[in-house]
């Protein structure tokens, strides 16, 4: 049975509704990326849907491959009214993932050919890739 929007919310009923561990929330509060809502006398804390939104935030951009500290800027231009900063960060991402991509794609053709070396029938010589390795050449 879904949880009433304005119901206010256990930890453990955040932690589901936003599919992270209680764990993980609680990091974000240590980062600041959360708020810690303040704890009645005798009663535990209490989230809100608001809550279950920013987790959900978060978890996106980590998809995306953006940092906590970038996150953490990221939500404050959440407000919608900070396109271009925004649109900057995502570039900088852009252009860091471009870069990996390729710096993957040569780990492959190397391992590939590394590969390909160590399955030689022809090799006379001690194994390809130990061999690379060793001189650098990997």
Do not use: W
């Not at 453990?12 to 974000?28: K, N, P, S, W």
């Not at 900088?92 to 391992?111: C, F, I, P, S, Y």
């Amino acid at each position: 049975m879904p949880i009433a929007a304005d119901t206010p919310l256990s930890i453990g009923v955040l932690a589901r509704q936003a599919d992270v561990g209680v764990e993980t929330i609680r990091y974000y509060q240590r980062q600041g990326l959360v708020r810690a809502p303040k704890k009645p006398h005798g009663q535990i804390r209490r989230y809100d849907q608001q809550d279950v939104h920013r987790i959900r935030f978060i978890k996106s951009a980590q998809r995306l491959g953006f940092s906590l500290k970038e996150i953490s800027e990221l939500l404050r231009l959440a407000d919608g009214a900070h396109c271009a900063e925004a649109s900057q960060m995502a570039e900088r991402k852009l252009h860091d993932v471009r870069q990996k991509l390729a710096d993957l794609t040569h780990m492959e053709a190397v391992l590939n050919h590394l590969v390909s070396a160590c399955h030689d029938p022809d090799k006379r010589v001690s194994c390809p890739l130990i061999r690379a390795l060793e001189s650098g050449d990997a």
